[in-house]
């Protein structure tokens, strides 16, 4: 269990780096707590996966230094560096058995055989394999194979922190929810400080603890699920997480309303005039169809999602969805739509602009 | 136009990869195969396609038995998972390549092959190599270049598994507009119910080769015919509880019991399966009448605005989906309430006896 | 998968067919043919049946070759298959020196066999070849026509230079297919060297290595044209492998019937072994999936 500190840390791919344009990371400053579980989000391409392979030892950072507990981790070897990572597709040692491969990293470290086979049995317990320990890992199914994998990030009891390369990515469906939930409850009991990187919006939000959303080589928000639903900092945050993504449109502000052209939508704080590139976002799990008062849309398309339907609308020319709950009546008379306005967002030049409370 | 698939069957050394089915997919419409990993969705798209030959039954194409027939000689187009395109060729000469085949003149080809491109919205691509472009950008290409043949017959073999999730959302939001600008026959083979419901259309739900139910997606969706059905048609999976019936009360679990209305009234007592969606679980009584559950909280897992509750009743795993964000104690005992109306019913052998209520006023 | 039929595939295989059987079938059927016959010249002949095969079985001469063969073998696979190995684990995998060593190590293979022997023999020669002139140079009683160990060791450090770049070069075709994240994860589990090479890279190579096996086995075992061109068999018949010996009956004294029966033995021993190498190697490829 170690506290992560990232100091000026960036690293580039090219040889002489000349702009920022040339970094994959681009400079990152933060600490990640000892026993809580990160997720790093984002699309592919923004340095998630660069990110984690520099705290494995994987990849050697071009600037700024890594520290585990505040001991300075930079120069160190992956092995001395201690940490386990699960990777996409499932690594398995296939000539061995499930046994075999548990047991790999405490006999490469020389500890006693009783001791050895005491962890094997309680990580095999734990990741629901005791009954095929004494299997060959070779014909086992992928999602098998993967439990291997992170059963063998677990084996050893000191570990620093487990890493998480989009593990589930080979898993189906079905699987991905016992695997999940089982990554959750070992987080619980165990508390080792886990980072779990993933395009995966809901991977990342039910897996985490705290989530950090990167795009392009740049960490734009990091907070709980909740915060990071509500309050997005970056519209890439609010486009990014929840399906469909934050409605984004462009927007007057001034006071305590928004208009749109010309029709108001009423904000709970209070902004001064704002230069830039005003936007204002709402979640369509906010955004309510409505026969009455209202800003008028263009129903486009009703889709039925089961537990709920989205409504894909028009509004002065800028595309919004709606989500409304499998119990609403839509009708056909519903062509306005209000705006919660506790979750209305503004955004100048894409980052969140905070109000005066009115 | 219509594809008739008339009691083909696959069996492959001595393994039925294909139970003996009856399909028929009319033109214009959007059909998806929704089933978990080797149910038979890619046998059955092969079979579709010609790439297979049915070990029985036949298969007609516009009235016509084209069970013998090559696939170069039906009009299909098949889209795979893999980003399928040719890598020595530009994004221009990949999208042009099925109507050079076909012989078609070099104005016919520009003109087909801009417009399915600005379509896909790879226009400023055309001169690149398909291995310069990102994922997503792929697979347009192969999007675009199955288009183009405007074939009668469209196959798509999950081609946004490979994607970003937000990737896989926006594409899918441009799939039912190609298809409807195409107005051929589309199948889709998917392995996640939501994207069954945002594709519309009809949905048939496979398990393991056989084809357990096919119509309109809502409605296989609300009015599974059996237990295998809803299961394979719920994600998170679908909850079951054993229930019996007795007289005029349903009983379950320790003794409990709730009165037995609506649906439920007109059964013969007996042993049944109750089935219900995670979304319909509830921590607050909403209804009088709910069914109460006594259950142990496992798992939480928050998704922002919603929780998923994971759940031990008597040794059964259930999961839940609540509404907003709620912190709750894990490993205490939690109340749990179930509208009546959200519940299921089968009989022992799987099949439907009576739906839930809610779906028949839907 | 169950491809729809395509009759004009047929003719497209006629023309390799008739090839095949000219050059091939025919050919083979005369030899049959020999087997089971006799002549005193001629072209008489007449039905000898089993009798040259019962010969062959009892004759000395074949058995002692036979045996010399097998050793030549063995050694040849004992040395070959774990030095190519060796080769393809230190060759480096990406950079500028991958097209070079890949290069370099297929030079041996791309020399015609007999230039091959003709190499060896002016190589080994002690008066003006560099290798017997040094040897002789450091007081090392080395000569390869007289000295039977010294022919050996000739002929077999020749075949391993020859042929050892095979296996190289396959092996590690087979270890550049092992993604990075197996090495990856062999760091994070602190494994040693040789737990990386036994636990993933050997498994991982073990497909290409039973064809790797399988083609020095047959080469080897029907050796005829670099030995001869260096030593002839000799001294004596103390390298006389199964081929040579083989020709030196059919042409040499022009035994056909003998030699014919021979052969076909000989043909049979390879298809044999060989057919039990594809049977491991399939049951490994079985097992793998």
């Known amino acids: 269990m170690a506290k992560i500190t990232l100091d000026n840390l960036a690293h ?86 499930v046994r075999d ?156 309303t928004a208009s749109v052209h010309g029709a108001e939508i009423a904000l709970r704080e209070a902004f001064e005039p704002l230069r830039g590139k005003v936007e204002i976002g709402v979640r369509p799990e906010f955004v309510t169809l409505t026969d009455g008062n209202g800003l008028p849309v263009n129903v486009r398309r009703v889709e039925d999602v089961g537990r709920h339907r989205i409504v894909r609308a028009d509004l002065f020319g800028n595309e919004i969805n709606i989500v409304a709950s499998e119990d609403t009546h839509i009708s056909p008379e519903m062509t306005r739509v209000t705006f919660d306005p506790t979750h209305v967002n503004v955004y100048v030049d894409d980052w969140r602009q905070a109000g005066k409370a009115a | 136009m219509a594809l008739e698939l008339k009691n083909v069957s696959k069996v492959v050394g001595g393994q039925t990869h294909i139970h003996p089915t009856d399909l028929t997919l009319s033109k214009g419409t959007m059909n998806v195969l929704l089933g978990p990993t080797l149910s038979g969705k890619t046998s059955l798209m092969r079979l579709m396609a010609g790439l297979d030959k049915p070990t029985t039954g036949q298969i007609f194409w516009n009235g016509e038995d084209v069970t013998g027939t090559r696939v170069q000689d039906r009009e299909v187009a098949m889209v795979y998972q ?190 049944y399966l109750a089935g219900f969606r995670p979304n319909h679980v509830e921590i607050i009584s909403h209804s009088a009448g709910a069914m109460v559950f006594d259950t142990t909280l496992m798992v939480t897992e928050l998704n922002g605005s919603e929780t998923f509750v994971h759940l031990d009743h008597h040794g059964e795993r259930w999961v839940g989906l609540i509404h907003g964000v709620h912190d709750l104690e894990l490993g205490a005992p939690l109340k749990v309430y179930l509208d009546p109306r959200h519940v299921y019913i089968f009989g022992e052998d799987g099949k439907l006896v009576a739906p839930a209520s809610y779906a028949l006023a839907a | 998968m169950d491809k729809t039929v395509n009759h004009k595939a047929w003719f497209l295989v006629l023309p390799v067919l008739v090839l095949v059987a000219f050059s091939a079938v025919i050919p083979l059927m005369t030899v049959v043919n020999y087997s089971v016959q006799d002549t005193f010249g001629n072209n008489e002949f007449f039905w000898a ?46 950079g500028f020196w991958v097209s070079f060593c890949l290069v370099v190590m297929s ?53 391993v230079w020859h042929w050892t770049s095979l296996v190289a070069l396959l092996a590690y075709a087979g270890l550049k297919s092992i993604p990075d994240a197996y090495y990856q994860a062999a760091k994070i589990d602190q494994a040693s060297r040789w737990n990386v090479f036994r636990y993933i890279e050997l498994p991982k190579m073990m497909g290409v290595l039973m064809i790797a096996v399988l083609l020095r086995f047959m080469d080897s075992f029907m050796i005829y044209t ?64």
């Open chain 2, 82 to 271: 893999q980003f399928i395109n040719y890598p020595t060729m530009t994004v221009y000469d990949n999208i042009a390549s099925p109507l050079r085949i076909l012989g078609k003149s070099r104005q016919e080809i520009d003109a087909a092959v801009r417009k399915a491109a600005d379509l896909m919205q790879l226009g400023p691509m055309l001169d690149r190599k398909p291995l310069e472009l990102s994922g997503g950008q792929q697979q347009r290409c192969a999007l675009a270049r199955a288009l183009v043949k405007d074939a009668g017959l469209v196959l798509l073999d999950e081609p946004l598994a490979n994607l970003d999730y937000k990737l896989r959302e926006e594409l899918r939001v441009e799939i039912p507009k190609i298809f409807e600008e195409a107005g051929s026959i589309f199948v889709y083979a998917t392995t996640e119910p939501e994207e069954a419901l945002l594709l519309g259309g009809a949905t048939a739900t496979l398990w393991e080769g056989r084809v357990t139910q096919f119509g309109a997606t809502p409605t296989v969706y609300r009015q599974p015919v059996d237990a295998t059905t809803a299961r394979v048609f719920s994600d998170p999976p679908m909850n079951f509880l054993s229930v019996s019936k007795m007289g005029a009360k349903v009983m379950f679990g320790d003794g409990q019991s709730v009165p037995a209305v609506g649906p439920l009234e007109p059964l013969p007592d007996g042993r």
């Open chain 3, 226 to 289: 670099e030995p001869f061109v260096v030593t002839g068999g000799g001294p004596g018949s103390t390298t006389t492998m199964l081929s040579i010996d083989l020709v030196k009956m059919a042409l040499g004294q022009f035994d056909l019937g003998p030699a014919a029966a021979f052969s076909i033995m000989y043909f049979l021993v390879i298809l044999l072994i060989s057919w039990v190498f594809y049977t491991v190697m399939t049951n490994l490829d079985r097992q793998e999936g």
């Open chain 1, 101 to 256: 491969n548990l047991a790999f990293p405490l006999k490469n470290r020389g500890e006693s055989p009783q001791y050895i086979a005491e962890r094997v049995q309680q990580i095999g317990k734990m990741i629901g394999m005791e009954a095929q320990l004494d299997k060959r890992a070779r014909g086992l199914t992928a999602d098998a194979k993967q439990k291997i994998s992170l059963g063998r990030g677990m084996v050893r009891e000191d570990v620093n922190a487990l890493l998480f390369d989009e593990p589930l990515t080979v898993i189906d469906p079905h699987m991905k929810w016992e695997l999940r939930t089982q990554l959750k409850s070992l987080h619980n009991e165990f508390g080792h400080t886990m980072i779990y990187v993933t395009h995966d919006q809901t991977e990342a939000l039910t897996f985490a603890d705290k989530v950090v959303v990167m795009y392009d080589g740049r960490v734009v928000q990091i907070g709980t699920p909740q915060e990071l639903f509500e309050r997005p900092e970056h519209t890439f945050v609010g486009y990014f997480i929840g399906s469909p993504g934050m409605n984004v449109i462009p927007a007057a502000v001034e006071g305590m």
């Open chain 3, 49 to 94: 049946g089993t009798e040259w095969f019962r010969d062959m079985l009892r004759d000395d001469r074949m058995w002692d070759a036979l045996g010399r063969q097998l050793m030549f073998s063995a050694i040849i696979l004992l040395i070959q298959i774990p030095l190519g190995v060796f080769i393809a684990l230190n060759m480096p995998k990406k």
């Open chain 3, 107 to 159: 030079l041996p293979l791309l020399i015609p066999w007999n230039v091959v022997g003709t190499i060896w023999q002016i190589f080994g020669r002690v008066d003006i070849g560099l290798l017997g002139y040094t040897l002789a140079a450091i007081g090392i009683d080395y000569n390869y026509t007289s000295d039977p160990v010294a022919a050996w060791i000739t002929i077999i450090v020749m075949d």
């Open chain 1, 12 to 97: 580039s791919y090219l040889t002489n780096p000349s702009g920022e344009a040339d970094y994959a990371l681009k400079e990152l400053n933060h600490v990640w707590s000892d026993g809580e579980a990160y997720a790093l989000l984002g699309a592919s391409g923004c340095g998630k996966s660069t990110l984690l392979n520099i705290i494995s030892g994987l990849l050697h950072p071009s600037k700024g230094r890594i520290l585990f507990d505040d001991v300075d981790m930079t120069e160190a070897s992956t092995a001395d560096r201690n940490i386990a990572q699960v990777f996409q597709f499932p690594v398995v040692y296939d000539t061995m058995t």
